[in-house]
Structures are given as C-alpha cells and as structure tokens.
Nanobody
Framework: QVQLVESGGGLVQAGGSLRLSCAAS????????MGWFRQAPGKERDFVAA????????QYADSVKGRFTISRDNAKNTVFLQMNSLKPEDTATYFC????????????????????WGQGTQVTVSS
C-alpha cells in the first residue's frame, strides 16, 4: 500500500510560483508512475503532469506545459510539482497520485490509471 501526503499549497499572486511536494510511503514508490491532478469546485479532476518510475518519461497537460515541472526523488520517496507563472485558472485542489504500475504514456493522463491518492493541497492564485 502507498500513502501520499501533499504539501506546499497556498495563496499566491498571478505570475508567482509555488512548489508542491508529495511524500510517499510504501515499498513500491520507485517502481510506479506518479501524477499530479487538480480539481476546482464543481469540476472534474483534471490531469496536470505525470512522471514515470525512473523519471525518464514526463507528460504535461497543455494548459501547464512550459510553466510547470514535475520531478521525483526516489531516494526520498517524494515527487514535486514546481509551478511557475501561475494564473488564476490554476486555482484548484492539487492531488498527488501513484500508479499501480509504471504507466505507459498513453494511459498516464487518466485518473483510472492511479490506485493511490493523497488528500490534496489547496492552491489559490489571485489576480
């Protein structure tokens, strides 16, 4: 079993930056893909970014490409999401997710590909 805890959310002005962290427990962390998703009130949970087990394959939603960077430190069981040039549209609860396996790129964008989820951390971007 993998347990995930997100941190680093907060309130920032448009154009600012935040770095989210996701601390994972469990023996399988280094063997599975990790993803970040976000959900605004009343909206669906949307894909943000994903990274393969070894960090060699990375995917981003078009809406965040060029602004967000996902990375992981397998030695510390931690995945990060560096968010730059934040926009009010980025306001959401951000969730860290762990795949049950090392996901192939075509399926890494789907919530159903992930078996474990954190509680979420709130990101609010003011205009």
């Amino acid at each position: 079993q993998v347990q995930l805890v997100e941190s680093g959310g907060g309130l920032v002005q448009a154009g600012g930056s935040l770095r989210l962290s996701c601390a994972a427990s469990g023996r399988t962390f280094s063997s599975v893909s990790m993803g970040w998703f976000r959900q605004a009130p009343g909206k669906e949970r949307d894909f943000v970014a994903a990274i393969s087990a070894g960090g060699g394959s990375i995917q981003y939603a078009d809406s965040v490409k060029g602004r967000f960077t996902i990375s992981r430190d397998n030695a510390k069981n931690t995945v990060f999401l560096q968010m730059n040039s934040l926009k009010p549209e980025d306001t959401a609860t951000y969730f860290c997710a762990a795949g049950r396996v090392n996901l192939t790129p075509p399926v890494a964008v789907f919530t159903t590909s992930y078996g474990y989820w954190g509680q979420g951390t709130q990101v609010t971007v003011s205009s």
